[in-house]
């Protein structure tokens, strides 16, 4: 989604090298970010999965650090595009590779969804960063995840 595209973004601004892409986009609204990221030059695959981009509002009140984040549903995943998902992420993760996920799991995503994708990216020799919510972070189960930044700003 675009958490991690704007990471990608800022990482080749500031030079960074071998920034490569997997990114898994709802087809309605997908294209704009297709169209940025080939303007851009970034080595990118893609899942397109049925849905739409998931929109978020923040608003900051003046003087403050205090602000109202208002975040949309989301897109739903079907149990085959999760399956696809599974896939793709088996057909692409290379060995010592670090993949970054970033933000939630789509909805009707496994209640392990988050456990299942690190052991997928542990067993070819990858490793997972995951940034994300407490709430998100409670699906992980037993599995180890290498590293983790949590967005407390979200209620637990």
């Known amino acids: 989604g675009s958490k991690g595209i704007n990471v990608a973004r800022v990482r080749k601004t500031m030079g960074a090298k071998n920034t490569r892409l997997a990114v898994v986009l ?6 704009v970010f ?4 080939k303007l851009e030059n970034h080595d990118v695959e893609y899942l397109d999965i049925e849905g739409e981009i998931r929109k978020a ?4 009140k003046e003087n403050s650090i205090d602000s109202t984040v208002i975040v949309g549903k989301g897109f739903e995943i079907s149990p085959k595009d999760w399956e696809r998902l599974c896939e793709f992420l088996i057909s692409i993760v290379k060995r010592g590779e670090l993949v970054a996920i970033m933000g939630s799991l789509p909805n009707n ?3 392990d969804g988050l456990e299942q994708i690190s052991r997928i990216v542990q067993n ?21 995840l290498d590293f983790i930044l949590m967005n407390m700003l979200c209620k637990i």
């Open 26 to 31: 709802p087809k309605l609204e997908g294209s």
């Open 34 to 37: 297709k169209e940025l990221l």
């Open 57 to 60: 509002i923040l608003i900051n």
């Open 109 to 111: 995503s496994p209640k």
């Open 124 to 144: 070819v020799g990858g490793m997972v960063f995951v940034d994300s919510s407490p709430v998100s972070l409670r699906s992980h189960g037993d599995s180890i």
